[in-house]
């Protein structure tokens, strides 16, 4: 039997793997890891695995993804990474434990709700160290304590900050030694606890192996290096972890040889682009049954020697070189984060799990039948 293409297949066996190293080489330096999963639509499985592998809170930007974690009754702190909209207030008192925030008026409500639910409801402080996406300034941040410490239900479990979102801002030896002191600072003048100082995320990954000091950092948000196995500053592997634990496959509808150059006056493609064409003569190419509207191809690369030569909604065109590939055949496309995240994500790709080991397989089939 043929499996469903498009599908993306997932390793949880190298997932497992990965987020075990990590937690062991960030662990070594007092720092937890929390598992961010909205790269990968919060799959249960995934969140599952990261949780047997010993990490013991996960995150997602999205209030469904917290929500169906929730339920699910994963043995997890759950955090929303983002600060809550207005509009979802109810939702997040009600389903996350942990929420980062940024703004006095969210605060209010989250206490006004958590007063109403009867529950406590923690909060991340985010902290704008220069990246300038999320964050209150750094001058602002007492203030921001002095009015959250009135509300009734709110309790702050952190400060945390981010970098190398929007502006690029790397996290170097200065910028988090700079954070810490600010932590510290905070920390003095309103004695609060803070089991969570979360410091940042995939980028981190140089800072941490190569400091001397981790200051009070005792917690890292980590979604692609324990997916991709990467650090997300210059891109680079991360040492013994996996880099495939996820792979794209999709199926061959079209092949055959034809010129590379389109014939007629053109215009612009179904997506206002102008392409330019090399005359290579004629080529061989594949279509492939999967396209813009499944996974964000720029993201795929594909397996040598081929090359995509372009895509549409629902194709991809592929130059096979030499290789004769025919209706039915698969090709593996290895896959960045916004690949990864869109095939994840998308109703029209299918999600194959994965396992190196029979003895693996089996493990996990008694844990999510149990
Ligand atoms: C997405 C996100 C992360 C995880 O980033 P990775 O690069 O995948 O490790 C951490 N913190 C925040 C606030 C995020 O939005």
Not at 121 to 149: C, N, S, V, W, Y
Request: aromatic share 6%.
């Amino acid at each position: 039997m043929r499996t469903v293409t498009p599908r993306i297949e997932i390793n949880l066996d190298k997932i497992r793997h990965n987020a075990k190293t990590l937690k062991d080489l960030y662990g070594k330096k007092g720092i937890q890891i929390t598992g961010v999963v909205k790269g990968v639509g919060a799959s249960l499985k995934i969140a599952e695995a990261l949780v047997e592998s010993g990490i013991k809170s996960l995150a997602d930007s999205k209030i469904a993804n917290i929500k169906k974690l929730k339920q699910s009754n994963l043995n997890a702190i759950l955090m929303l990474l983002r600060t809550p909209a207005l509009s979802e207030i109810e939702e997040v008192v009600r389903f996350a434990d942990i929420s980062m925030n940024t703004e006095l008026d969210v605060v209010r409500a989250l206490s006004a709700e958590a007063v109403k639910q009867r529950k406590t409801h923690q909060i991340i402080l985010m902290a704008e160290m220069g990246d300038l996406r999320e964050g209150i300034l750094l001058k602002d941040m007492p203030a921001f304590i002095e009015e959250t410490a009135k509300l009734p239900n709110i309790r702050i479990a952190g400060i945390g900050t981010n970098f190398a979102c929007f502006g690029g801002v790397i996290p170097t030896e200065q910028k988090m030694r700079a954070f810490s002191s600010f932590v510290k600072s905070i920390q003095s003048q309103f004695s609060l606890l803070l089991p969570y100082v979360s410091g940042g995320n995939s980028a981190n990954y140089n800072w941490m192996m190569h400091t001397q000091d981790t200051g009070l950092v005792n917690n890292i948000r980590l979604g692609e290096s324990i997916f991709l196995g990467r650090e997300t500053v210059g891109g680079t592997l991360i040492p013994n972890l996996y880099p495939d634990a996820f792979c794209f496959v999709a199926e061959v509808v079209e092949s055959k040889v034809k010129p590379s150059v389109p014939a007629g006056s053109r215009g612009r493609n179904a997506f206002g682009e102008t392409l330019s064409f090399k005359d290579r003569g004629e080529i061989r190419r594949a279509i492939l049954g999967v396209g813009r509207q499944d996974v964000l191809v720029s993201g795929l690369t594909p397996p040598k020697p081929f090359e995509i030569l372009g895509s549409s909604s629902d194709h991809i065109i592929l130059d096979t070189k030499k290789v004769p590939l025919r209706p039915g055949d698969e090709v593996k496309f290895s896959v960045d984060y916004g690949a990864m995240l869109s095939a994840m994500t998308s109703p029209y790709v299918y999600k194959k799990y994965v396992y190196t080991s029979a003895k693996a397989q089996k493990a996990s089939l008694s844990i999510t039948t149990a």
